[in-house]
């Protein structure tokens, strides 16, 4: 009897063993799973963490741009601005020596002034227009800003005289022509100026070469057309 009660506890403890054995192993199953999840949300974490730098890192980039290009609109305001005050501040001057020019050379005896459709006025460049004539940063933009590579051949509008060919403040480099009956254009920001004064041209004729001298803030022709001294909007007078 003493055999079998020692065989029976034998077996019961070979059973406790095998029990806790397969507790442990459950157990060990839960831990490993609990720690794959833990190990799941850091990843998850450290993810979000990346996601959130970059785009951290991104809307800094955006915010530094919309600083860059607002800092570039107001400089180029600012220069545009300078350029219609010095154009402006030069154009009494210019009206004064086409006015000197025609009073002291009987241009206009019958004291009548070419219209428009007699104008017979051509392009001097072909472009688009930058800036048209009329009011312009609180100033006043005597002519038109015509857009072209520096180097451009400039053309005479109409046969004439040359009245001023030289270096006149923001316009930089200018040629002006007078073409009789009233009317004159001028030919600003010019980098080489291809005619003498009191030079006769005709009409087509290349009298300089575009450019960005005087106040400019880029190349382009600004063009002038003047009745009697005083600026008129150019696309009055071109075809």
Do not use: M
């Not at 002006?176 to 009317?183: L, S």
């Amino acid at each position: 009897n003493s055999d079998k009660t020692i065989a029976a506890q034998v077996q019961s403890a070979k059973l406790q063993v095998a029990a806790a054995r397969k507790h442990t192993a459950a157990t060990r199953q839960t831990v490993s799973n609990e720690a794959n999840k833990i190990n799941a949300y850091v990843q998850q974490e450290a993810n979000l963490r990346t996601s959130l730098l970059v785009s951290q890192g991104r809307l800094a980039v955006v915010k530094s741009s919309k600083a860059h290009a607002l800092f570039e609109t107001k400089a180029q305001e600012q220069a545009a601005q300078r350029e219609s005050d010095a154009i402006q501040s030069a154009s009494a001057a210019i009206e004064a020596k086409i006015r000197a020019a025609q009073s002291g050379a009987d241009d206009n005896p019958s004291g009548t002034t070419a219209t428009p459709s007699a104008a017979g006025l051509i392009w001097p460049v072909q472009g688009p227009i930058t800036s048209p004539f009329g009011p312009r940063w609180g100033g006043f933009h005597p002519g038109i800003d015509i857009g072209i590579p520096e180097g451009t051949p400039i053309h005479a509008a109409a046969a004439g005289t040359v009245i001023y060919c030289g270096w006149e403040g923001g316009y930089g480099n200018l040629v002006v022509i007078d073409h009789h009956n009233g009317i004159a254009t001028a030919y600003a920001h010019q980098s080489r100026i291809a005619v003498g004064c009191n030079q006769n041209v005709g009409q087509g004729d290349v009298i300089g070469y575009s450019g960005c001298t005087g106040f400019c803030t880029g190349p382009h022709l600004h063009f002038e057309v003047r009745i009697n001294g005083s600026p008129v909007d150019p696309l009055g007078y071109l075809p």
